[in-house]
């Protein structure tokens, strides 16, 4: 399995990249039913699927698409994941006042796509989705927080998820990943809008999108430069 990693903040060009991929993908014979494109929001699965369709105006929308949609709903078709598993705004609020923190929590449009704002939370969640060692993302983010409070707040949180038995994102992001088996047999495996980290830091690691494939050709780098846009970059790993 090749893993593509494709980072950059809002409008950068991550769907269009990956809808690209789509396109190669169909171009090498993939059937479109055997690609799966995932995204947290209703919002951004619908206009992922409105895109294809307009891309690839000789497919059928309704037949031909029925792997894009949003991770969740993946999510509960296939690992039987619901709502009730998910860290829910209440759940925040017992942890940071558990931890001893202040958290803001961001409903999205959707029940589930909440979203934890927090200096440490945050720093955590880059440093999980971009699989780098804790320790080396804390050192390089040169924050003014003593690491003992971020290793604090870290295993706070863990303990909290795994007490509780809940999943954050990134976490329901994680098990579709590992659970390939109990997924529909996709040959391309498509996340767009990995996590929305808009808000952090606005540079290039911003917001982020996955797009996982198996088993596809060479994974690799590029990056884009259109002048005047802020700059996407794509990481891959085999
Ligand atoms: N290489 C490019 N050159 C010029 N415009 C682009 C390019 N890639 C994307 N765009 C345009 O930029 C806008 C935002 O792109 P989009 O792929 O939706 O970004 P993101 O998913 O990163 O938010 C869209 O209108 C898209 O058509
Ligand atoms: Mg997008």
């Keep these: 399995m090749s893993v593509e990693k494709v980072f950059g903040p809002p409008g950068s060009g991550k769907t269009t990249y990956l809808l690209t991929m789509v396109q190669q993908e169909l171009a090498a014979g993939v059937h479109p039913t055997h690609v799966g494109y995932f995204a947290f929001t209703r919002k951004a699965a619908t206009e992922a699927r409105d895109r294809a369709i307009q891309k690839f105006p000789e497919l059928n929308g309704d037949l031909d698409f029925p792997w894009f949609r949003t991770l969740h709903s993946l999510a ?29 929590v961001e409903l999205g449009e959707e029940e589930f796509a909440i979203k934890a704002d927090h200096p440490i939370l945050n720093e955590v969640n880059i440093a999980r989705i971009k699989g780098k060692d804790l320790r080396q993302h804390y050192n390089d983010s040169k924050m003014e927080i003593e690491w003992h409070h971020f290793e604090y707040v870290d295993r706070a949180y863990r303990h909290y998820k795994e007490t509780h ?29 990995a996590q929305d980290l808009s808000k952090l830091n606005g ?13 596809i050709s060479q994974g690799m780098t590029t990056r884009r430069s259109t002048p005047g846009r802020a700059q996407m970059s794509t990481v891959s790993s085999h």
Aim: proline content about 7%.
């Design 165 to 193: 038995g809940l999943l954050d994102f990134t976490d329901l992001l994680e098990r579709v990943v590992d659970e390939p088996d109990r997924l529909p047999r996709l040959k391309a495996l498509i996340i767009d809008e």
């Design 203 to 215: 540079d290039s690691c911003a917001n982020s999108s996955s797009a996982p494939r198996r088993p």
């Design 76 to 104: 509960y078709r296939c690992l039987g994941i619901g709502t009730k598993d998910m860290m829910s705004p209440q759940h925040y609020a017992e942890f940071a006042k558990e931890a001893g923190i202040e958290l803001a």
